[in-house]
């Protein structure tokens, strides 16, 4: 079992930064792949940035040259710089693990607000 735990939300004005946060623990071993998705209210939950063990990433459209991920595996963590935040960025993030066939991990999610 993978537990996933972010952190780093809160609430920003339009034009700033967060960064969040996604430690991750347990039987993690390899992972394939590890990103971050967000769900805003009535909206379905939407892939925002994802990399993989190789250190291959890809991005929503809505968030490339704003976004950053990037990972530690020394410390198993994930990060997802986000500058330009822009009102319609607000949502929960959630963090997400997986190894095709074992685990596909989630994170509780974490909250952010983005005042325009």
């Known amino acids: 079992q993978v537990q996933l735990v972010e952190s780093g939300g809160g609430l920003v004005q339009a034009g700033g930064s967060l960064r969040l946060t996604c430690a991750a623990s347990g039987n993690i071993f390899s992972f394939n792949a590890m990103g971050w998705y967000r769900q805003a209210p009535g909206k379905q939950r939407e892939l925002v940035a994802r990399?993989?063990?190789?250190?291959?990433?890809i991005y929503a459209d809505s968030v490339k040259g704003r976004f950053t991920i990037s990972i530690d595996n020394t410390k198993n963590t994930v990060y997802l710089q986000m500058n330009s935040l822009k009102s319609e960025d607000t949502a929960v993030y959630s963090c997400?693990?997986?190894?095709?066939?074992?685990?596909?991990?989630w994170g509780q999610g974490t909250q952010v607000t983005v005042s325009s």
């Open positions: 990399i993989g063990s190789g250190g291959t990433t």
């Open positions: 997400n693990a997986v190894r095709y066939g074992v685990y596909n991990s």
